[in-house]
């Protein structure tokens, strides 16, 4: 038998009391740093919100969910209505737009898994006789293929009315989806390519509620809602919750109409809240509710426009230098929404917006790592008689004109065939559109007049010349 002496024990038991020390002052350091980095990004990204809301007039309220180390924060800026002053909380209630299009992607996915449905099926078994889904060389439209926008369906139907420009799902009827469905020849194969469409899941979450028998709000909420708790979060909204729903927002932050959907409801009818949405980037990140009909809806099913881009059932998985993450946007008349997450490394984001000035670049950039490299622009004004010098149509290919106009220090563009939009002044010559993601740049003469334009939008560089 070794016997220790008492002065060695004595020094050991010091010695490990040193080294736990130095371990619990790391662990303070290392808890310190990360609620410090969590910290400065909850401050950037509020700094970028209030810049854009009151500086460049990008917006009018806009509430921010971020989870990351499994904390949740709520940044909430601005107002949810500009007439009575109502600021924006976590329970302000904003139409989310095509976010939806991932909840009727989950009731599929929970109907998959419930083994009423195989995402293989053919759509046309499910529907009554007088519907007449198209087929192209035999390849007949799937479940699969609605939900990852590869049916061969177009973005909308040609046949729809239009009646309210401001409001123009809201008289698209079940009779004239069916009169489309029955009458389209597709362009191409089911699955050969994908093209992103609201009939496409706005047909899906019709054909789904016919099969469990509901609304496309009693689907949602029998199959998502409840499961998440997610009690503040309607299709159809309740009286008693009308004061909770922000006002929209066009680009000249003038209040619009909220938007109906009553037979695409599945493309983007659903209202929800910061706190709910919180529910839902919390479940799709870490899957402890509804794990199974999750797992399923981020199951990755093709590529989506690049390499870098593929689409599950309405996910969107995107791939960066630094990351991997899933995402969707969505957007209304008045306003839009961005949803994205990293599972790998737990973190993800919600931004809901009143008004039709995304903030998809702040949720790309939380997710990349990237914020620092986002432009805060400073608008400057520009005299009304400089802005008369710019009045002109311009032509960018013919039959496409840019009608540029001006009323008192206010610059507008109005494309062929579309809607007046305001432009804000980054010179006397360079203006943008933040809404469309357009930038004009005016070419002046020798006295001063716009005798060309170039606009740059979404990659492309369209030169102008005055007519």
């Known amino acids: 038998m070794i016997f220790k002496s008492k002065s060695k024990v004595k020094n050991k038991n010091k010695q490990t009391q040193a080294n736990v020390a130095v371990l619990i002052v790391l662990l303070i350091a290392m808890i310190s740093a990360a609620n410090a980095h969590s910290g400065s990004i909850e401050t950037k990204i509020s700094e970028i919100i209030e810049h854009k809301l009151t500086v460049e007039k990008q ?3 806009v509430s921010v969910i971020i989870i990351e180390n499994n904390k949740i924060s709520y940044l909430n800026h601005g107002l949810a209505k500009k007439e009575t002053k109502q600021l924006i909380d976590s329970n302000t209630l904003f139409e989310i737009g095509s976010i ?12 998959v898994n419930e083994g009423k449905i195989k995402l293989t099926d053919p759509v046309q078994k499910f529907l ?3 519907i007449r889904l198209p087929i192209k060389n035999g390849k007949a439209i799937t479940f699969l293929s609605l939900a990852n926008h590869s049916s061969g369906l177009p973005r909308l139907p040609t ?22 469905l029955n009458g389209y020849q597709l362009p191409r194969e089911v699955g ?3 093209e992103y469409s609201n009939l496409g899941v706005g047909l899906l979450g019709y054909v789904l509620s016919l099969i ?9 909420k029998d199959r998502v809602l409840n499961n998440l708790k997610m009690d503040n979060t309607f299709v159809n909204l309740p009286t008693a919750k009308l004061n909770s729903l922000s006002d929209g927002h066009n680009d000249q932050l003038k209040p619009t109409k909220h938007w109906q959907l009553p037979t695409l409801a599945g493309a983007g009818a659903i209202k929800s809240s910061a706190t709910d949405m919180a529910l839902f980037l919390k479940a799709n990140m870490q899957q402890q509710a509804l794990n199974k009909d999750i797992a399923l809806s981020q199951t990755i099913s093709t590529d989506f426009d690049t390499n870098s881009t593929k689409i599950a059932l309405a996910w969107l998985n995107i791939s960066s230098e630094s990351s991997q993450y899933y995402m969707h946007n969505g957007g209304t008349g008045g306003f839009r929404s961005f949803i994205g997450f990293d599972k790998q490394k737990q973190k993800g984001i919600v931004i809901l917006a009143n008004s039709v000035f995304d903030m998809d670049e702040i949720g790309h950039a939380y997710l990349t790592e990237s914020l620092d490299k986002i432009a805060m622009n400073t608008p400057v004004a520009v005299s009304t008689k400089d802005l008369v010098k710019l009045n002109g149509r311009f032509e960018l290919v013919p039959g496409f004109v840019l009608t540029i106009s001006h009323d008192d220090e206010q610059l507008f563009v109005q494309a062929t065939g579309q809607s007046k939009l305001s432009l804000s002044a980054l010179s006397k010559t360079e203006f943008v559109n933040q809404g469309v993601k357009a930038k004009i740049v005016f070419e002046l003469d020798e006295q001063g007049d716009a005798k ?9 560089i369209l030169p102008g010349v005055k007519l």
Do not use: R
């Open 59 to 61: 917006g009018v309220g």
């Open 100 to 111: 939806s299009k991932t909840f009727t992607a989950l009731a599929l996915a929970s109907m």
């Open 128 to 130: 009554p006789d007088e």
């Open 159 to 180: 046949n729809m009315p239009f009646t309210d420009p401001l409001d123009p799902y809201a008289d698209y009827t079940v009779e004239m989806m069916v009169e489309f």
């Open 192 to 194: 050969e390519q994908t």
């Open 212 to 220: 469990d028998n509901k609304s496309y709000q009693g689907l949602i």
């Open 452 to 460: 060309s334009l170039t606009m740059y939008q979404a990659g492309q």
